[in-house]
């Protein structure tokens, strides 16, 4: 029984010293933005490395979404319903939920893991330190431009990859199926809700700002050379697709009741 509630003082206190060091990232970096001390340059540096170097696979990975939606969906729906409702599940599967959460995750591995290895390799070989000796704010070089460009660029990937994500799944359902694009799209129209777009990109909103700001937050608290920096990433990428779990569920009984 000790030991249990060891176990658990010590896993309470670790994620009060997370949540107190992201609640601090989160105001500098808010600080450093509002006195617009962010360069625009590296902003679209950033934006180029998280968007257009991630749209191949994006893409490659929404198009699968689609595919497999509407393989599934019209082995499951049409010998029991119209088949025009194959368009409906595709299209709502794809943008509230497929094209948002794989965008996520992909991107987690691809740019998160990339940030955290980068920042604590940084870190272990105080280029951090030398910033800072020089009176430049890290915040304002390192973490700032890559949480810009994650809230901008998230939302333009989410919306690339409903449209590869829609149109994978119409010309599956059309292979598949024999559904021609005019009944998949009515039966698209039929169910939709302007309001489904928007709960899509919120969650884009809300996905491009979490990713950078754990991997930055986890790579600015690496410790221990080499090996620590391979561990750190480790734990960032568990921790960031953890978040975005977590975050993905909330969403239905806040925006969707």
Not at 173 to 179: F, P, R
Request: neutral net charge; hydrophobic residues 55%.
């Amino acid at each position: 029984m000790t030991q249990w509630f060891a176990g658990f003082g010590r896993t309470a206190q670790v994620t009060a010293e997370h949540a107190g060091q992201l609640g601090l990232l989160s105001w500098r970096v808010a600080v450093v933005i509002a006195r617009l001390k962010v360069s625009t340059r590296d902003i679209r540096t950033q934006m180029y490395v998280m968007g257009v170097q991630s749209l191949p696979i994006v893409f490659v990975t929404a198009a699968l979404s689609g595919i497999v939606t509407s393989q599934q969906g019209g082995y499951q729906l049409v010998s029991s319903s119209p088949s025009y409702v194959l368009g409906a599940l595709v299209v709502q599967s794809v943008v509230l939920e497929l094209g948002p959460l794989l965008t996520a995750i992909v991107l987690v591995g691809r740019i998160g893991a990339r940030i955290t290895a980068e920042l604590g390799t940084m870190v272990v070989s105080e280029q951090i330190d030398a910033f800072e000796s020089l009176g430049r704010d890290p915040i304002a070089i390192l973490a700032a431009p890559r949480v810009i460009a994650g809230v901008i660029t998230m939302p333009l990937l989410v919306g690339f990859a409903d449209m590869i994500g829609v149109t994978a799944g119409m010309i599956t359902a059309n292979i598949d199926v024999k559904l021609g694009p005019e009944t998949f799209l009515f039966g698209a129209r039929l169910f939709w809700h302007s309001w489904d777009l928007f709960y899509g990109f919120t969650k884009a909103v809300v996905f491009g700002l979490t990713i950078p700001l754990i991997s930055v937050h986890m790579g600015l608290r690496t410790k221990g050379g080499a090996e620590g920096v391979g561990l750190t990433t480790t734990q960032a990428v568990m921790f960031m697709i953890l978040t975005i779990l977590i975050l993905d569920a909330m969403f239905p009984p806040l925006m969707l009741q």
